[in-house]
């Protein structure tokens, strides 16, 4: 196996991660960042290029012309520990394993959605809202395609505006939190300058699109394919014919790498860290949505601290706490406004599929007391994606949270595991 | 050399043209081909989460199973869902 050392190692190339990158690189640190994506940019900067106007464009740029650090691209992370003041992880990528020894490690591993089961919901033609606008990205052609876009939170709006920009009839947008939440949420954006241009220009993308809060998804319909939604607002149903439900019930902090080192997590499963976004392990430091869910902005600034506290820079640092306050203030508020509401989440039926991948039915996990017993009683959770989507769908429907997070992280060719090299076969 | 303007590939022996660069999980919904396999309970499932963490977009590029979401698509490749796969056993 391929075994290297590194300054520090970033986790994550999205906004946190980038930033983290150069922020260390500046500081004088060799950086090795790298990423489960073929391309940097992370989910929101997806098909960004390095160059183009924007943030986004300017720190692809930096990156990948920065001297000092090296990016790898569709490596994933299997394995990692401490030992004393060092850290070790084990990348899978299509050349085989590399080990990656650094002293010192930023986690920008991002968020995954939340999945909610309901009626319907396994169709072929449901996804992730953040999901579709991924593989909107990806090159999935949109255009003229009927989408619903329901579940919570202000990523719905996004994936909303984005789709309709590639095409797509937009039909409705359901938002399972009340108006007054909404209303909250949008005049703490209003005060942000950054925030607030995005909102109106938001809002101008999604002009005559029905915004319906306090709606819930009740169902999906379709014979091998989804062909309609079923929504509730209030106490009428309404069903609307469509090509996708783009579907998501806010974010879930990704730390399974983080939990591998032996970071400490929060009160809400994200990476804990002090003011320096270091966790509570020695040379370890987390930023971006791992440790709280926040948008871009808070991502940069959480990352452009992390790098600078990793290399040292302290005089650099000198502003942050006061913007890591108003940030702070800002996903407060974000918390609060779009908080799940059992009255308006989806209600799955005894039959309702949990763990897509081992087929396991909400009727056959009632009444576990948690993740450990309905793991060896049902496998939920024991499938390709290891709990990936049926974790956090178990922690809202049972209060279960998940455990016992352990190497590999990722499902692995046998041939790596053996360190040889992986022959194709003919096709 | 220059970039190849479009790549072919054969998706479950269909050989269809596409933009360099997009994934092939797009190509192979693009392609109509929506259902990516088959559950244990038999019944059709299509890509979820877009991202890498779901697995439900696995299908066999080259003879290897990858998650096609995470997978760009290139000149040549032969791709095959897992239920054509499934079909031969």
Same mark, same amino acid.
């Given at each position: 196996?391929?075994?290297?050392?590194?300054?520090?190692?970033?986790?994550?190339?999205?906004?946190?991660?980038?930033?983290?990158?150069?922020?260390?690189?500046?500081?004088?640190?060799?950086?090795?960042?790298?990423?489960? @994506?073929?391309?940097?940019?992370?989910?929101?900067?997806?098909?960004?290029?390095? +160059?183009?106007?924007?943030?986004?464009?300017?720190? &692809?740029?930096?990156?990948?012309?920065?001297?000092?650090?090296?990016?790898?691209?569709?490596?994933?992370?299997?394995?990692?520990?401490?030992?004393?003041?060092?850290?070790?992880?084990?990348?899978?990528?299509?050349?085989? !394993?590399? $080990?990656?020894?650094?002293?010192?490690?930023? %986690?920008?591993?991002?968020?995954?959605? *939340?999945? %909610?089961?309901?009626?319907?919901?396994?169709?072929?033609?449901?996804?992730?809202?953040?999901? &579709?606008?991924?593989?909107?990205?990806? #090159?999935?052609?949109?255009?003229?395609? *009927?989408?619903?876009?329901?579940?919570?939170?202000?990523?719905?709006?996004?994936?909303?505006?984005?789709?309709?920009?590639?095409?797509?009839?937009?039909?409705?947008?359901?938002?399972?939190?009340?108006?007054?939440?909404?209303?909250?949420?949008?005049?703490?954006?209003?005060?942000?300058?950054?925030?607030?241009? =995005? /909102?109106?220009?938001?809002?101008?993308?999604? !002009?005559?699109?029905?915004?319906?809060?306090?709606?819930?998804?009740?169902?999906?319909?379709?014979?091998?394919?989804?062909?309609?939604?079923?929504?509730?607002?209030?106490?009428?149903?309404?069903?609307?014919?469509?090509?996708?439900?783009?579907? +998501?019930?806010?974010?879930?902090?990704?730390?399974?790498?983080?939990?591998?080192?032996?970071?400490?997590?929060?009160?809400?499963?994200?990476?804990?860290?002090?003011?320096?976004?270091?966790?509570?392990? @020695?040379?370890?430091?987390?930023?971006?949505?791992?440790?709280?869910?926040?948008?871009?902005?808070?991502?940069? &600034?959480?990352?452009?601290?992390?790098?600078?506290?990793?290399?040292?820079?302290?005089?650099?640092?000198?502003?942050?706490?006061?913007?890591? =306050?108003? @940030?702070?203030?800002?996903?407060?508020?974000?918390?609060?406004?779009?908080?799940?509401?059992?009255?308006?989440?989806?209600?799955?039926?005894?039959?309702?599929?949990?763990?897509?991948?081992?087929?396991?039915?909400?009727?056959?996990?009632?009444?576990?007391?948690?993740?450990?017993?309905?793991?060896? @009683?049902?496998?939920?959770?024991? #499938?390709?994606?290891?709990?990936?989507?049926? +974790?956090?769908?178990?922690?809202?429907?049972?209060?279960?949270?998940?455990?016992?997070?352990?190497?590999?992280?990722?499902?692995?060719?046998?041939?790596?595991?053996?360190?040889?090299?992986?022959?194709?076969?003919?096709? | 050399?220059?970039?190849?303007?479009?790549?072919? !590939?054969? &998706?479950?022996?269909?050989?269809?043209?596409?933009?360099?660069?997009?994934?092939?999980?797009?190509?192979?919904?693009?392609?109509?081909?929506?259902?990516?396999?088959?559950? !244990?309970?038999?019944?059709?499932?299509?890509?979820?989460?877009?991202?890498?963490?779901?697995?439900?977009?696995?299908?066999?590029?080259?003879?290897?199973?990858?998650?096609?979401?995470?997978?760009?698509?290139?000149?040549? $490749?032969?791709?095959?869902?897992?239920?054509?796969? /499934?079909?031969?056993?």
């Amino acid at each position: 196996m391929n075994s290297e050392a590194w300054d520090a190692v970033v986790v994550g190339a999205g906004p946190a991660g980038l930033m983290a990158a150069r922020t260390a690189a500046e500081g004088g640190l060799r950086a090795l960042l790298l990423d489960a @994506q073929p391309g940097s940019g992370g989910q929101i900067w997806r098909g960004a290029v390095a +160059g183009q106007k924007g943030t986004a464009g300017d720190l &692809l740029r930096d990156v990948a012309s920065h001297p000092g650090i090296t990016v790898m691209s569709g490596a994933e992370v299997m394995a990692a520990e401490t030992r004393e003041r060092a850290h070790t992880l084990t990348v899978t990528t299509a050349a085989g !394993l590399r $080990q990656i020894h650094a002293e010192r490690v930023i %986690l920008t591993t991002g968020a995954t959605e *939340r999945f %909610l089961p309901f009626d319907g919901w396994i169709l072929p033609g449901v996804f992730g809202a953040g999901g &579709l606008q991924a593989m909107s990205k990806g #090159g999935l052609d949109v255009r003229g395609k *009927r989408v619903v876009v329901a579940g919570s939170g202000p990523l719905l709006l996004a994936v909303a505006a984005g789709l309709r920009q590639k095409g797509a009839r937009v039909l409705a947008v359901a938002e399972q939190a009340g108006l007054p939440g909404v209303a909250a949420f949008g005049m703490a954006a209003a005060r942000l300058p950054g925030k607030s241009r =995005e /909102a109106w220009a938001l809002a101008a993308r999604l !002009l005559g699109v029905p915004y319906w809060a306090d709606c819930a998804v009740v169902r999906a319909s379709g014979q091998n394919q989804l062909q309609s939604v079923t929504l509730r607002r209030g106490r009428r149903e309404i069903t609307l014919d469509c090509d996708y439900l783009a579907v +998501g019930f806010g974010l879930v902090p990704e730390t399974r790498v983080a939990a591998l080192l032996g970071c400490a997590l929060d009160g809400t499963g994200a990476v804990q860290v002090n003011v320096w976004q270091a966790t509570s392990i @020695q040379g370890v430091y987390a930023a971006g949505e791992v440790c709280s869910i926040g948008g871009v902005d808070g991502a940069l &600034l959480e990352g452009f601290v992390a790098g600078c506290a990793a290399s040292g820079q302290i005089e650099r640092l000198r502003d942050a706490p006061r913007r890591a =306050e108003i @940030q702070r203030r800002f996903q407060a508020t974000l918390e609060r406004s779009f908080a799940l509401r059992p009255k308006r989440l989806p209600t799955p039926l005894p039959t309702t599929i949990v763990c897509r991948c081992e087929d396991v039915r909400h009727g056959e996990l009632r009444g576990f007391a948690g993740w450990t017993a309905a793991k060896l @009683q049902t496998r939920c959770g024991m #499938g390709a994606c290891q709990g990936r989507v049926c +974790g956090p769908a178990c922690e809202t429907l049972y209060g279960w949270r998940f455990e016992g997070v352990r190497a590999p992280l990722v499902p692995l060719p046998l041939a790596q595991l053996l360190d040889e090299p992986i022959t194709l076969s003919p096709p | 050399m220059p970039e190849p303007t479009l790549a072919v !590939l054969t &998706l479950d022996g269909r050989r269809v043209t596409v933009a360099p660069g997009i994934t092939v999980l797009a190509a192979l919904q693009n392609a109509g081909l929506s259902p990516l396999r088959h559950s !244990l309970s038999g019944e059709p499932r299509g890509a979820l989460c877009g991202m890498g963490s779901c697995y439900e977009c696995r299908a066999v590029v080259d003879g290897l199973l990858v998650r096609t979401c995470l997978t760009p698509a290139r000149d040549g $490749q032969n791709v095959r869902r897992l239920l054509e796969v /499934a079909r031969e056993f």
